[in-house]
């Protein structure tokens, strides 16, 4: 349905409509004024410029890689995205991981190696990806503001660089949309369905653990994974089979050991 856009054309109207649904959501709650004053202290308004240009980046990422049939690596980089939490937790938070979560970062690390040969060459997609919204969790969990004033204000930021984007690469746009209505309805659509699981995801991530919260992420590149084999075919060569296998191995442990009695007691003290 979009592939005569380009992914930065999917990705400033994923930013202007997020926008436009989460202004209404803070007008309705009577936040929105409390919410601009935010950009007078610069502290704040910085952190999120930089947590709105990471997201940005892997939203951008993420939909060229889906384009352009790489839906498979995609999910790879979202499998590796809980297990760059927990590092990031261990070296900036202080969180403790069990043995057996050490373990399972390491295997997870040798299921990344097996994707070497897989992709013919470094596996980039799916290292941007993890890495990038994992530093988008790490920023977001060090902003003072709530999940819907902080994604808010992403989106407030991003929006002058979405809205240049679209008038110098469409200018014709709205004769465009107008011409196809259900490519229309899409599009507005992408502003809801954005913004309501970040809106989740940055509460999840101010108030748990990113130990905890990485597990929890292991549900969405699952489906990705299936509908890249099952629904666009995407071929599953030895190479990623061995991967996955790892990965899967790995995300296994990892539920074991945070449904230890020990590692809910830590997990609850880190929360």
């Known amino acids: 349905m979009f ?6 054309s999917i990705i400033a109207h994923r930013t202007i409509w997020s926008l436009c649904f989460l202004w209404l959501v803070l007008l309705f709650q009577k ?10 202290q610069p502290r704040i308004a910085l952190w999120h410029l930089l947590s709105g240009l990471l997201l940005a980046g892997n939203w951008l990422l993420y939909v060229w890689a889906t384009l352009h049939e790489r839906i498979l690596e995609g999910a790879l980089g979202y499998y590796l995205n809980p297990f760059f939490n927990m590092l990031f937790g261990y070296f900036l938070f202080g969180e403790r991981h069990s043995s057996l979560q050490k373990i399972s970062i390491a295997i997870a690390l040798t299921g990344v190696a097996f994707q070497f040969h897989g992709v013919h060459g470094f596996p980039w997609i799916a290292i941007t990806l993890a890495l990038s919204f994992s530093l988008y969790a790490v920023v977001r969990k060090k902003s003072p503001l709530p999940s819907l004033q902080g994604l808010s204000l992403e989106t407030l930021l991003l929006a ?3 809205l240049a984007w679209l008038f110098c690469a469409h200018p014709s746009l709205s004769e465009t949309l107008q011409q196809n209505s259900t490519q229309s309805v899409l599009l507005i659509a992408t502003g809801v369905a954005t913004a309501t699981p970040l809106l ?5 991530a101010r108030n748990m653990s990113l130990t905890t919260l990485g597990v929890l992420q292991f549900l969405g590149p699952t489906l990705q994974f299936l ?6 075919h995407e071929p599953l060569s030895r190479e990623r089979i061995i991967s996955f ?3 899967w191995t790995a995300i296994a442990l990892y539920a074991w050991s945070c449904c230890t009695p020990k590692e809910k007691s830590s997990s609850s003290k880190q929360g």
Request: positive net charge; aromatic residues 16%; glycine residues 6%.
């Open 3 to 8: 592939h005569d856009l380009p992914a930065a």
């Open 31 to 40: 936040n929105a004024k409390s919410t601009l004053a935010q950009l007078k």
């Open 200 to 204: 989740l995801f940055g509460y999840a």
């Open 160 to 162: 002058p660089i979405a």
């Open 245 to 247: 296998a790892f990965i």
């Open 227 to 232: 509908i890249g084999w099952k629904v666009y």
